[in-house]
């Protein structure tokens, strides 16, 4: 493989017509067809390439969002936990306390049990149970 075929080889990886690589490269367009399918693996060993770091850095950029997301709603969090609630009607705290217990009872239903495979004895029924260990989906 000489200069000019790695050059397509890069060339058609990135989306170029035929037309356009024999200006640049001045070769026949019936030529690099040849070279097409001569080298397809190559070409298609590249476009992989290419479409695994678009998708680690939208990963990355996804993660980064959701980090900053998490921050931020921690700051808020914190804000609110120091909100003097003296205040507030007992309108607002109920519907404060309904919207947490409402939070919480949905952290609850995603808590999923599950058998330990362990076994412990309960002094009340004198009997062996099996021991169920929570775990959260969240």
Do not use: P
Not at 8 to 14: E, V
Request: charged residues 35%; proline residues 0%.
């Amino acid at each position: 493989m000489n200069a000019k075929q790695k050059e397509f080889i890069i060339l058609r990886a990135d989306g170029v017509t035929f037309d356009k690589i024999a200006t640049t490269l001045k070769t026949s367009k019936s030529t690099l067809i040849k070279w097409s399918r001569l080298y397809q693996n190559e070409i298609n060993d590249i476009q992989f390439e290419s479409m695994v770091k678009i998708k680690e850095e939208f990963e990355y950029t996804r993660k980064n969002k959701y980090k900053i997301l998490l921050e931020q709603l921690q700051k808020v969090d914190d804000a609110i936990l120091q909100k003097d609630l003296k205040e507030a009607s007992l309108k607002e705290l109920f519907l404060i306390k309904s919207n947490i217990d409402n939070q919480l009872n949905r952290l609850e239903d995603k808590t999923i049990l599950k058998d330990s495979g362990l076994q412990c004895f309960n002094e009340y029924t004198n009997q062996n149970e099996m021991i169920k260990i929570k775990l959260n989906d969240v």
